[in-house]
């Protein structure tokens, strides 16, 4: 019977399938991340394994009945992109992105410690703010160099009130080689620079985490969210726009709060994070704010909304509403017009980019 049986197991498995003369191929998906492919032979209820790549033949057959088999394809190779990077292989990972490569991370530093060492000079040497060197600076240059002076640092900290402010602290650990982003107060530059000490010496995955949370790394985001109307009233029942909008403002708020308050501790108070929603500006705004080109978060203080147009390909502003299934012609102008503004309004990158 088709109801039991391996061909049942491939029907509810299957994701997708497409009919051609007497074969029905299936894309069958049995569990996370692992694809399969089967040929039915319709009159003989044979099954067959297949490829992808046959499986793909198939559909643009199908869509393109007349093309010459000959006719050279475009195929793109993404193998390199994935070399040397850690691939989840149980579906009990999903969720856990950052325990997996913490784990991995400490695998490979505790395999290699002295080559780990100089991955996290490296590492920490690069963090900067608008040219401000921040937590290492370029004069610590060996992994010897930098246990040292955090050995001179513990020792200078242990003698030192765990409530003293960074500023008193900065004259004299600057001469050491560290730069703010420690903390805020002895105590927390001394639990930081602990941390860092324990990873250098026995690194494990909870430590590692617990000290990348403590890096000043996020100081500027950026939130795509192109399509629909977005704005802060008269929204919500429009095309292409529900919940999503309310989420992404409450989220904002949040972000810049939780962002401010990870600069203090971090000993950073003087820097003030920024967030840019980037939208899609609509001159036929039907009665909301999305003919302007850029609007306040309200209950922010660093936060807007910027609007870019979509554009013909000869430069004229589309002004009327268009459907997220439609946008595709207009993404890379709208793309390259929206990274000159980010760019322009950042005096530079972003340092994380949120897609919605």
Not at 83 to 105: A, C, D, Q, T, Y
Not at 116 to 144: I, N, P
Not at 184 to 203: C, H, K, N, Q, W
Not at 210 to 222: A, D, H, T
Request: proline letters at 6%; charged letters at 30%; one cysteine or more.
């Amino acid at each position: 019977p088709l109801d039991e049986g391996p061909l049942a197991e491939l029907f509810l498995a299957a994701q997708e399938a497409v009919v051609c003369e007497h074969c029905l191929h299936i894309a069958s998906r049995p569990a996370v991340a692992r694809w399969e492919f089967a040929s039915l032979d319709m009159d003989t209820l044979e099954v067959h394994e297949a490829t992808a790549a046959k499986f793909l033949r198939v559909k643009e057959r199908l869509r393109e009945p007349h093309r010459d088999p000959g006719e050279w394809l475009l195929e793109i190779d993404l193998g390199p992109f994935e070399r040397e990077f850690p691939k989840m292989e149980r579906s009990r990972s999903i969720g856990r992105g950052v325990e997996f490569l913490n784990r991995h991370l400490s695998h490979e530093l505790f395999s290699d410690k002295e080559q780990g060492g100089g991955r996290w000079l490296k590492f920490l040497r690069l963090h900067q703010y608008r040219g401000q060197h921040l937590m290492l600076s370029q004069s610590v240059k060996e992994v010897a160099e930098l246990r040292n002076a955090l050995r001179q640092a513990h020792d200078l900290l242990d003698d030192t009130d765990p409530a003293t402010p960074w500023g008193e602290l900065e004259p004299r650990l600057r001469p050491l080689g560290f730069e703010a982003g420690w903390g805020d107060t002895a105590g927390r530059v001394a639990e930081s620079m602990s941390l860092l000490a324990d990873i250098l010496e026995a690194p494990d995955p909870a430590g590692i985490e617990k000290f990348l949370s403590r890096l000043p790394m996020i100081f500027n985001l950026v939130i795509l969210s192109p399509h629909g109307f977005f704005g802060q009233a008269n929204v919500l029942g429009k095309p292409d726009t529900g919940g999503q909008v309310v989420y992404i403002l409450d989220q904002v708020r949040a972000l810049e709060q939780a962002m401010r308050q990870s600069l203090r501790e971090q000993g950073l108070a003087g820097i003030e994070p920024r967030i840019l929603i980037v939208t899609r500006l609509i001159p036929d705004a039907n009665g909301t704010t999305c003919d302007q080109a850029e609007e306040r978060v309200e209950g922010t203080e660093h936060a807007w909304i910027i609007r870019v147009p979509f554009r013909e390909a000869n430069g004229s502003v589309v002004p009327h509403w268009i459907s997220r299934f439609k946008i595709w012609p207009y993404l890379e102008r709208f793309a390259r017009e929206v990274e000159k503004e980010v760019l322009g309004r950042l005096e530079g990158r972003p340092d994380f980019i949120i897609g919605n």
